[in-house]
């Protein structure tokens, strides 16, 4: 398994800058972790899942905090999310949610996010491919902590998990039992959230203030509200572009996210000259073109929100699209805009 899946992790940029509003330099921490000290200027490039797990240890040591994970996450959401997370929070459900964070990290990390259900319970995990030491301790709050927070951001409602089972020994600390709230066992044989099945099946209300403020602007536009004197073909593809991040899009989803039957739904899309399918490929080449024009936005989390299975297939349709890949579209796009 692990001979298919490449050893090439992609850090966002906002993992850069939440480590600086932190007060910790990162060229101190890529020094600490024997790393080039000007890896964080340029977002193409990859790390190993070693290299990886060896900038967590030393975000940790320069910290020296055990809570530091906390004043991580609070630090993301100070400098904004990356697009996907706000993705996520568009989701119709935890479940759902939780799916869209899993599909990403296919994208961006030799990661798996495993969800499983156990009667009443529902275990998360996560697993590394190429791990040959244990996850940081570090990385798996923060994960951790980012998983309920998408929970507790998307219900609008303060979420507990039943418990969190973690490797590592000794007791948690003050902080740890404030934000997660619920039993934490040490020295377990994974690392696992688990959370009431009932939980996860929680709708997600959808856009609100918050989300507008920490929502990048070419997203933003793409995800508005629906305006109501839009067409109903315009509707169908803002529908459909809140909801590409979880994979392939059903028409029946989009038929009950619009209070309507699928055969009332296809009627009106012909009625305006239209198909569904037509619908699905103008709105993800319309939200490709804008996520694109934001040049922080890595095409790879671009494939992610548009519901593509991998980058290769975005590449494919993007080509189809406008005969270029999507860096020489982009690169094009940027030297037409005035200056």
Known sequence: MTNSIPDKCRLQQSFWSAMQATGLNPVAVLRQARLPVTLHLDIRRFVSTAQLFSLWTAM????????????FVQATESVGHQPMFVAACHACDFRDGIKRVARFKQFTMPERITVEERGSEVHIHKYWFHAEALEPDLSVDVSFAFLL?????????????LRLELTRSGAPTAAQDSFFGCPIVPGKANDTLVFKASDLDRPFPGYNAELIEIITPALEESLSRLRPRSSFSEQVKAVLKRGFASGRPEISAVARNLGTSERTLQR???????????????????????????????????????????????????RSWEGLSPQAWRSRNAMMQPG
């Open 60 to 71: 940790s040591d320069l910290a020296g905090d055990p809570d530091y994970w906390l004043r």
């Open 149 to 161: 927070s998408l929970g507790r951001r998307g219900t609008g409602q303060r979420l507990t998990p």
């Open 268 to 318: 009106r899309i012909t009625d305006e000259g239209g198909s569904f399918r037509a619908l699905v490929q103008e709105a993800r080449k319309e939200l490709g073109h804008k996520l694109l024009s934001d040049p922080d936005a890595d095409v790879a989390e671009v494939a992610c929100i548009l519901g593509f299975q991998d980058t290769t297939s975005f590449y494919r349709a993007f």
